[in-house]
């Protein structure tokens, strides 16, 4: 197969407009493709941020709720029966609600921000917080702010980092930001807050402290998520949701990928992607298959079969795509990198994901050759001279 690209190549780049229009077309596919692939994976990634931060292995929330930044309450006092469980170590309940944040720097600028509550001494966060960030909610109107938030929340990180703590607003309360903590955005949260669960009743004060939005259940070593999981779902009222950590995951995900219009949008920009660089691909090898009518006609006549020709087409759909590939991943690089650091978003490109974008780039293109070849099939020698 070697020996055919050499008269494949020679083809392709007799008419180097034709050529150059070719690649910039794949091109324009790829990073169409992998743009759209890439916020999807974002969105996946982005959107279990706390899920995967938080310390449990079985968690318990409202059979209404679909989603962290929109938790529906439950009686506090259904988790408090987990501990009664073989196999349960302890619980923490967790408030959650989105609070009014003003910028430190600009008063008149507001906006949400997520904001969590938990009892300082009970597990649940020590992979965000450090034991003297731990200690230091338990003081009155204490609050650590994410520090990978977004700008428009106001240069909060650096304030705190050459000031010390000082008073912030949010919901018309100045508390004292004593800490950061590193953890980022999603496509549903802008930026974040945690705090003891006193300071969070204070903050929210219409809040019942009676309700929470999530319960974490912490399991002995050695127990089995799902056993303790089925003994937990049959011994409590079905007023709540038992998940263990990988089902508290996918209905995130389910909710952000398949009931809003974002998964849609990305499923659907990366589909027109492929379909764009499938037509520019077939429109290119198609002319060329066209013009070579004759040349083609000839080697068939001096014995060449229809599986040489076939093989000078799809090396051609090789040359292509390789060419395609390389301009469009190294532009879709840069958007990646542009936008992780405009939006805050996991955008980024290892090695398995350039392998996988270009196995589909030569899928495209390799497909768009074997549809141009059914007029090479046609050809009679005969009746082209």
């Known amino acids: 197969m070697a020996r055919l690209l050499p008269l494949g190549w020679l083809q392709l780049k007799h008419q180097k407009l034709r050529l150059f229009a070719a690649i910039m077309g794949i091109a324009f596919a790829v990073i169409l493709i992998t743009v759209q692939l890439g916020f999807s994976k974002a969105l996946t990634v982005s959107a279990v941020r706390y899920h995967s931060a938080m310390d449990y292995e079985l968690v318990m929330v409202s059979p209404k709720t679909t989603y962290l930044v929109s938790t529906k309450q439950f009686p506090r006092s259904r988790l408090y029966q987990a501990p009664g469980f073989e196999g349960v170590d302890g619980v923490t309940a ?48 204490r609050i650590i702010f994410d520090r990978r938030g977004r700008p428009e929340y106001g240069p909060v990180a650096a304030l705190f980092e050459s000031n010390g703590p000082y008073e912030v607003d949010i919901n018309d309360r100045m508390p004292i930001l004593a800490g950061l903590y590193s953890l980022g955005t999603s496509f549903g949260l802008d930026g974040g807050v945690i705090t003891s669960d006193l300071n969070f009743l204070r903050a929210f004060p219409k809040r019942d402290k009676s309700s929470i939005d999530i319960g974490l259940i912490h399991l002995q070593p050695g127990a089995d998520p799902q056993q303790v999981q089925r003994e937990i ?11 263990t950590r990988e089902e508290f995951k996918t209905q995130e995900i389910d909710h952000w990928s398949k009931t809003t219009p974002i998964g849609y949008i990305f499923t659907f920009g990366a589909i027109m992607g492929l379909v764009v660089g499938f037509i520019i691909v077939y429109q290119i090898l198609f002319a060329d298959v066209q013009d070579h009518v004759r040349e083609y006609a000839t080697l068939k006549a001096m014995g060449y079969t229809h599986g040489y020709l076939r093989g000078v087409v799809l090396q051609q759909s090789v040359v292509l795509a390789v060419l395609g590939f390389i301009p469009g991943i190294a532009v879709s690089i840069l958007v990646f990198g542009k936008a992780a650091e405009a939006t ?42």
């Open 233 to 243: 779902i049959a011994g409590i009222p079905r007023d709540v949701r038992v998940l």
């Open 94 to 141: 967790v408030y959650t609600q989105q609070g009014s944040w003003r910028d430190p720097a600009d008063r008149t600028s507001a906006r949400n921000i997520f904001a969590i509550g938990f009892n300082p001494s009970q597990r649940g966060f020590a992979r965000l917080l450090t034991p003297a960030q731990h200690e230091l909610i338990k003081l009155p109107d």
């Open 344 to 385: 805050g978003l996991p955008l980024s490109m290892n090695l398995r994901s350039a392998g996988f974008l270009f196995l589909l780039t030569l899928f495209m293109c390799a497909s768009s050759g074997i549809l141009a070849l059914r007029k090479l099939r046609s050809i009679d020698p005969a009746e082209v001279f």
